[in-house]
């Protein structure tokens, strides 16, 4: 008999203190990098050395391996994990004994001495299935953290996109810039002669100022889009240096297939897996949450009294649930399961959705990128080279090919736009594939409450 109770001692010890805090980074860094499409094929390890990244020219692979490497922000969510491990492990433990003492004095003899040593055993009992609850979430907690590396992965692929763009649209309206000015010195040298009108003259130095304001703004929008790359890849203070790859890459002959990027949403998404192993969590809790309101708080020790001489015997401690039996929390734990069945249907309907539109989103950017390629730019170039041949026939003027070239640099610049435009719905769409549903403010806020609120139920 006394055999039996040590193997269950000992397990009920195994059981409450097997529970690891740690956190296995790179395991994590891992698992996000063989969740993007094609990442299981990869072979190459992810760098660990971020200066080495730095130094050679950026790509959007090596700017996304930066940030995670440097990001305070991912280091702060990935301490989520290590808090929910660290929850389980506390609602797994064994309940404290109480120790109670009392000493009655009876005239001038030896004080009477009384001892006692209680432990919950309700609570005990409770602690195992607490701990399943609690399992759910540290579950949850984990693909969170696995989401929040692909999250800012994607997220400063799009960045890093947006700054190519950016230096390209910069580098064209330089070239405008130049060819404006040259324009608007020859008009002013043919109006000085009186070769051309005051309404010539005013009209290409109005399309100089113009093309000057908006160099400007494209230097405003290299310079925020250098500062949203910076803060995406950790990167702080004067004297960063480093160097981007300067041209948004063409079109991949492989297209991402628009039939199935619904599908293949929804059968990898970790947003959905998140939300099952929460709605799990919230069910294991209303079922203790019901199960602790009725269960009498049982208390058992041993009890040792000394009046001439010490009698020892056993205790117990019994409190019946007459006027309460935890509604309250019953209440709150339903509640929190019907919630999260909710935003797990939610989740579903907006995922198919998004998947829906950037299937068309991606299919209409790649035909418009190819039209540019194919049709517009060559045409430009055309128009470019004939005016010049009638320029060197003297058959049009200077302003003819000058406006010429213009209009070739703004279809240039249209096409940049339109490439840009690609790859932000190409790494949207790789996002998805990869699990992430990018959330509305006001849905990963719910979310992130829902996770704090899963941390709190498993602490009691």
């Known amino acids: 008999m006394r055999r039996k109770q040590s193997l269950a001692i000992a397990a009920l010890l195994t059981l409450t203190g097997c529970v690891s805090t740690n956190v296995d980074y790179s395991e994590l860094r891992s698992a996000a990098e063989a969740r993007r499409p094609g990442g299981a094929a990869r072979t190459a390890a992810p760098s ?158 109005s399309l100089f100022q113009e093309a000057r304001l908006s160099h400007q703004r494209a230097e405003v929008a290299l310079a925020t889009a250098k500062e949203r790359l910076n803060a995406a890849m950790g990167l702080w203070g004067r004297g960063i240096e480093w160097h981007a790859v300067p041209r948004l890459p063409e079109v991949p002959e492989a297209e991402l297939p628009a039939e199935k990027l619904e599908p293949e949403a929804v059968r990898r998404s970790l947003d959905l897996e998140i939300a099952k192993q929460r709605f799990a969590a919230a069910a294991k809790r209303s079922n203790v949450s019901r199960a602790a309101g009725f269960l009498p708080e049982l208390k058992a020790g041993i009890s040792a009294e000394r009046d001439e001489e010490w009698a020892i015997g056993p205790a117990v401690e019994l409190e019946l649930p007459l006027f309460y039996q935890g509604q309250g929390e019953v209440g709150v734990a339903r509640a929190e399961m019907r919630r999260q069945q909710e935003l797990y249907t939610d989740l579903a309907v907006r995922l198919r959705s998004t998947a829906r539109a950037l299937a068309t989103q991606l299919g209409a950017a790649r035909e418009a990128v190819l039209y540019y390629r194919d049709v517009l730019l060559p045409t430009k170039q055309r128009i470019v080279d004939e005016t010049q041949l009638q320029y060197n026939a003297m058959s049009v003027g200077i302003f003819q090919l000058l406006q010429a070239k213009r209009d070739q ?9 339109q490439l840009r435009q690609y790859w932000i719905a190409r790494t949207r769409a790789e996002r998805l594939l990869s699990g992430r549903l990018a959330l509305p403010a006001s849905i990963s806020g719910m979310m992130v409450g829902s996770a704090e609120s899963s941390n709190a139920g498993a602490s009691h």
């Not at 950026?58 to 989520?80: H, M, P, Q, W």
């Not at 043919?190 to 010539?200: C, D, F, H, P, V």
């Not at 640099?409 to 736009?417: L, M, Q, W």
């Open 48 to 205: 660990q050395d971020a200066n080495a990244l730095l130094a050679r020219p950026l790509t959007a692979d090596s700017a996304a391996e930066v940030a995670v490497l440097n990001n305070r922000g991912l280091r702060a969510a990935l301490e989520e994990l290590a808090i929910a491990k660290a929850g389980h492990a506390s609602v797994r433990r064994l309940p404290n004994p109480t120790l109670e003492g009392a000493m009655r004095f009876r005239g001038e003899g030896d004080p009477e001495l009384e001892l006692g040593a209680m432990i919950d055993l309700t609570e005990l009992a409770l602690a195992l299935s607490r701990g399943g609850a609690a399992a759910a979430g540290v579950e949850a907690a984990r693909l969170s953290a696995i989401g929040a590396i692909i999250d800012l992965s994607f997220d400063t692929r799009e960045a890093f996109f947006e700054y190519q763009a950016a230096l390209q649209a910069l580098e064209l309206r330089r070239t405008v810039v130049q060819a404006l000015s040259a324009s608007a010195d020859m008009a002013a040298r043919l109006r000085a002669a009186g070769n051309i009108t005051e309404l010539q003259h005013a009209s290409e130095t």
């Open 409 to 417: 640099v703004e279809t240039a610049t249209g096409y940049i736009d």
